[in-house]
């Protein structure tokens, strides 16, 4: 139990050799950062980003020690710029928060207000964790792809790699719910019928995403994609982009850097577009909030989290690096 002062916490330190470890600590509020807005946490949410700030991974942290957690919902205890009252219901997502600022997986935060968005009332604090980072990238990615002319009536599947993970699966009930056709690309067949159930039309095989295309420009077949995996597998899926259509860059959990051919641009004007979730404007993230309360199909959110108690955090960060986290793992930072 922590008194009124005092808080916990996921502490992530590094050792003289560079190794990082993490320990369940209780700290005095003092601890906390410098900002106008303290926040009691209610539940936080695990990012592949999470998993490489608590397996030392990426060089993300400038400082330790550290506490992790990208994400973040929770009760405004105090705001002394007068942007919230004590008990709005806020989320913060992004903006380093986790990375090199204290974030989500513990008790109490403290933030900038202007990082913060007011909850959506018709979602449960669990729900607005389901959403997460993956939820705002997930719309980011949609909003892009609409911007240079998608439609549901665009001819051709949708596709989404890495489907099964948390960014993913969001991709895919966001887009099945705006009535757009979704192919998901997943390297885990055991995912069929969970994907099917989130909307997928149909299941690409990774094998099948990452054999290499006969040429620079293979049958034109995706009416766009959300890439969540980057390496190979964004370069192949360009050369069947059909004719002015675009493909929104979210992730590399299968490579930095890709080899394509410029052709897909040149001869069928397909763009390539980048998704920065962390330094989203916050105005934008306010439309983005509206946009997923409205256009998510809520019945789908509970069968896609999973709920864990904080002591699960640094086994789950090791899972998430493998793939084998499906969908989005909700932290219960108060259990
Ligand atoms: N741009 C942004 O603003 C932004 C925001 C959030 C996340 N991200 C990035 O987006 C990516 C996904 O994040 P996440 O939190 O959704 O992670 P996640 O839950 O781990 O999902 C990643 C999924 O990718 C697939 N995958 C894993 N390893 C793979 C490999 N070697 N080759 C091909 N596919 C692989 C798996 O899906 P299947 O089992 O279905 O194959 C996995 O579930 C990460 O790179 C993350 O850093 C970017």
Avoid at 235 to 264: D, K, M, Q, Y
Avoid at 285 to 309: F, G, N, S, T, V
Wanted: charged share 20%; hydrophobic share 40%.
């Amino acid at each position: 139990m922590t008194s009124e002062t005092q808080f916990h916490a996921l502490v992530l330190d590094q050792d003289g050799e560079g190794k990082v470890s993490g320990s369940f600590q209780t700290l005095g509020n003092d601890r906390l950062p410098d900002a106008d807005t303290t926040v009691k946490v209610l539940y936080s949410a695990l990012n592949y980003k999470d998993g490489m700030i608590m397996n030392g991974l990426g060089k993300l942290v400038n400082e330790y020690p550290h506490i992790p957690g990208v994400d973040l919902v929770g009760e405004v205890e105090e705001c002394t710029s007068g942007a919230f009252q004590p008990g709005d219901m806020v989320i913060c997502t992004g903006w380093r928060v986790g990375e090199i600022w204290w974030g989500g997986f513990a008790t109490r935060a403290r933030l900038k207000s202007e990082w913060l968005v007011r909850a959506p009332e018709s979602m449960s604090p669990q729900q607005i964790m389901a959403i997460g980072t993956a939820g705002v990238t997930a719309m980011m990615s949609l909003m892009a792809l609409e911007a240079h002319g998608l439609t549901p009536e665009t001819e051709g599947e949708v596709l989404v790699t890495g489907a099964a993970g948390g960014v993913g699966s969001l991709c895919v009930m966001l887009l099945a719910g705006n009535g757009y056709r979704v192919a998901a690309g997943t390297g885990r067949d055991s995912t069929r019928d969970y994907l099917t159930d989130l909307g997928a039309a149909s299941l690409v095989s990774r094998e099948e995403l990452e054999e290499a295309p006969r040429g620079p420009l293979t049958k034109a077949r995706w009416a766009g994609a959300i890439d969540n995996v980057g390496g190979k597998i964004l370069g192949n899926l360009l050369s069947a982009l059909r004719p002015n259509t675009s493909c929104a860059a979210v992730g590399n959990v299968a490579g930095f850097s890709f080899e394509a051919s410029v052709l897909p641009f040149l001869l069928r004007g397909v763009n390539l577009l980048g998704i920065d979730s962390v330094n989203c404007p916050i105005e934008q993230r306010r439309i983005i909030w509206e946009r997923l309360a409205k256009e998510l199909p809520l019945d789908k959110i509970d069968p896609m989290m999973e709920i864990h108690p904080m002591s699960d955090v640094l086994k789950l960060g090791g899972e998430i690096l493998k793939g084998q986290v499906r969908g989005r793992a909700v932290i219960d930072v108060n259990a």
